[in-house]
């Protein structure tokens, strides 16, 4: 039973262009998200984070944007890098339970 | 300020056989939480320990256990491997204040032959 699913397991786009990756999750009992970046040999790294209170976090290049009728969840970066190319994991975190439940992951290609 | 530190980077290992794997906090994170990923399935939770105490379990077999020692250091065991066992293991640590933000370790690669 997959509660956070990334269903594009890969996405390219050209450098300087809008990266757009979603996430959806089943349960109404999650009260924080967050994105993960990981690079090979490497353990994901916190990106961005938002609270089910709002609708939307923006740090640089990252914006986060939640909207909790449709249960979804989507990270957009502006403009995309190369430097950006990397698994990007969504997470989500159980208000009782306070478990981190991850998504499977979609892998960003930017391309120069 | 090191980062999470984990030992073995890889290791080898053959169907039945046990592993234990070692993680190091950041230095004052007492909050620690093992992950298991494999291609496709993304990170699987398999347990968080604070204090010592096991606070979160996910659904592993009871094949997979832990402990955390007092200075917030923990360990992972997996006993009777089996060839689906094959993954990277992360660790991650964080402050008791922030569970949100977990730092994670490189990994462990273990592969079961």
């Known amino acids: 039973d997959q509660q956070v699913k990334q269903n594009s397991p890969s996405l390219s786009v050209q450098e300087g262009r809008i990266s757009i990756l979603n996430c959806d999750y089943t349960?109404?009992?999650?009260?924080?998200f967050l994105w993960y970046k990981k690079y090979p040999a490497e353990g994901p790294t916190f990106l961005i984070s938002?609270?089910?209170?709002?609708d939307k976090n923006e740090d640089g290049r990252f914006t986060v944007f939640l909207n909790k009728s449709a249960k979804h969840l989507s990270l957009h970066i502006v403009p995309s890098q190369p430097g950006d190319s990397a698994v990007y994991f969504c997470?989500?975190?159980?208000?009782?339970?306070?478990?981190?439940?991850f998504g499977q992951g979609t892998t960003l290609q930017v391309k120069p | 300020k090191a980062g999470v530190t984990q030992t073995p980077r890889y290791l080898i290992k053959t169907r039945g056989q046990q592993v234990t794997l070692s993680c190091s906090p950041i230095?004052?994170?007492?909050?620690v939480s093992w992950y298991q990923q494999t291609p496709g399935q993304g990170l699987q939770f398999l347990f968080e320990?604070?204090?010592?105490?096991?606070?979160n379990k996910g659904n592993f077999p009871g094949r997979f256990s832990g402990r955390q020692f007092s200075n917030s250091r923990s360990e992972m065991n997996v006993s009777t491997l089996e060839l689906g066992d094959s993954a990277l293991y992360l660790c991650?640590?964080?402050?008791?204040?922030?569970?949100?933000?977990?730092?994670f370790g490189p990994g462990t690669r273990l592969t079961v032959l």
């Open positions: 320990y604070f204090s010592e105490t096991q606070r």
């Open positions: 938002i609270s089910s209170i709002k």
């Open positions: 991650a640590s964080s402050l008791v204040g922030n569970r949100n933000t977990q730092y």
């Open positions: 349960n109404s009992m999650f009260d924080y």
């Open positions: 230095s004052g994170h007492r909050s």
């Open positions: 997470a989500a975190r159980g208000v009782n339970t306070g478990k981190l439940i």
